[in-house]
């Protein structure tokens, strides 16, 4: 962003929580964080199964059950970042080990033998990096079936089913 784009820091949004993560009042990712209310449906819903992963830079949690089937995953940085050139290198070594460990156990509890990722922070400009298992069935394939309409949605009951195996596929690799 250049210089004369940039808003002056008295218009700057408030940083709201403790250090070291510095969230921002205007990003409903970093309220939901802090278990704030966002007024969005997707993100106040419950989550179900509590955060599979808890990292110290990271959260990963399952994604909205209205946009994802059973076991598709949000990787979210707990620090209001926007993306991969933003992050510390010690945040991406553990976004690596994160991942590392947590596609493999995606692919164990849901027994999908490819997991699509997908980054556009374009709704929510906070890092967050979807994790979709692609069902080894039917013939859309890469963005065609990311894009299907409708879209593929999950019970409650079934997406907490999955974050509890993946996390227990998380923890023992």
């Known amino acids: 962003m250049s210089k004369s784009a940039e808003k ?18 205007d990003c409903n990712i ?11 449906e997707l993100l106040d819903a419950p989550m179900p199964g509590g955060y599979v992963v808890e990292g110290e830079y990271f959260l990963v949690e399952h994604a909205p059950l209205q946009s994802s089937g059973a076991g598709t995953v949000i ?3 707990r620090r209001h970042l926007l993306d991969f050139g933003e992050m510390t290198p010690t945040e991406s070594a553990e ?7 947590l596609v493999p156990a995606v692919k164990a509890a849901t027994g999908v033998q490819r997991v699509y990722f ?13 994790l979709v298992p692609k069902e080894n ?3 859309l394939r890469g963005v065609d079936y990311l894009a299907q309409q409708p879209p ?4 409650y009951s079934a ?5 509890r195996k993946i996390r227990k596929q998380f923890e023992q690799s």
């Open 152 to 155: 593929l949605t999950a019970s």
């Open 118 to 130: 997908l980054a556009l922070m374009e709704r929510a400009p906070h890092f967050h990096l979807w």
């Open 95 to 101: 976004l690596g080990s994160v991942l590392h460990r």
């Open 30 to 40: 970093c309220r939901k964080q802090d278990s704030l209310k966002t007024g969005s």
């Open 159 to 163: 997406a907490e089913a999955m974050s």
């Open 137 to 139: 069935e039917g013939e």
């Open 75 to 77: 990787v979210e940085a």
């Open 8 to 25: 002056p820091s008295s218009e700057r949004p408030a940083e709201i929580g403790p250090p070291p993560y510095y969230h921002r009042s």
